[in-house]
């Protein structure tokens, strides 16, 4: 059973700092990774989608990558700011349907 | 577009009692499926469909009905509201080749 893994739960960080969120699946048989951001009482929103046969993708200032053979994806955020505070989630979707991580709550102080 | 549309966005229901989760999309979309976010326990998903007249379960599909007439529509149905329903349920849709999920706002429901 696909399982994934966001870890840490949360992160604080000051405003500016280049950020690495760790998303990690057991199962690398995938068809493609998301990952999404929620705002507090909303939905989620999504932000980047990698397919299977894609290393990376890269939208403004994020850019995630996949690496299939070792079961990790990472979203990359430069320069920070107090409005990129949410929580981030990645989802997986393969033989199962989208299976999602617990997410991380990250906060960026001014 | 409006995207996915979720109504109601709040709903209070009392032990026992049913009602229906309206979800719309105007994408085209031929997959939708509801999900329900609990602390602790992430998104999970309850049914899913993969256009008019095919629907399915997903892990936590007991206590919940779905039905898919038309491709823009897919509502959640509770026959009989209980305490452990209380959540807040998602609804999200996609095309079948791309798999990028777009979802609604939520609704909030509370069963006393």
């Known amino acids: 059973k696909q399982e994934v893994t966001q870890i840490p739960a949360a992160l604080s960080v000051p405003e500016g700092e280049n950020l690495v969120l760790n998303c990690s699946f057991t199962d690398s048989a995938i068809y493609n990774l998301q990952w999404f951001r929620q705002d507090p009482g909303k939905g989620l929103t999504s932000l980047l989608l990698?397919?299977?046969?894609?290393r990376e993708q890269t939208s403004g200032r994020l850019n995630a990558s996949l690496d299939k053979s070792s079961g990790r994806s990472t979203l990359y955020i430069a320069a920070s700011q107090p409005g990129d505070s949410a929580t981030y989630l990645c989802?997986?979707?393969?033989?199962?349907?989208?299976?999602f991580g617990k997410g991380m709550k990250l906060t960026v102080n001014p | 577009n409006a995207g996915v549309t979720q109504t109601p966005k709040f709903q209070v229901l009392k032990t026992g009692q049913s009602m229906t989760l309206q979800c719309a999309q105007d994408?085209?979309?031929?997959?939708m499926s509801w999900y329900r976010q609990d602390p602790g326990m992430g998104l999970r998903l309850i049914h899913y469909?993969?256009?008019?007249?095919?629907?399915d379960q997903g892990e936590v599909p007991n206590g919940y009905n779905v039905s898919r007439s038309t491709t823009e529509d897919f509502p959640l149905r509770l026959l009989s509201a209980a305490p452990s329903q209380t959540s807040v349920y998602f609804c999200?849709?996609?095309?079948?080749?791309?798999?990028?999920?777009?979802f609604g706002e939520g609704s909030r429901l509370t069963v006393l």
């Open positions: 989802a997986v979707s393969g033989s199962e349907k989208l299976v």
């Open positions: 469909s993969v256009g008019a007249g095919i629907t």
């Open positions: 990698i397919q299977s046969s894609q």
């Open positions: 994408m085209n979309h031929e997959y």
């Open positions: 999200a849709s996609s095309l079948l080749n791309t798999g990028e999920l777009f």
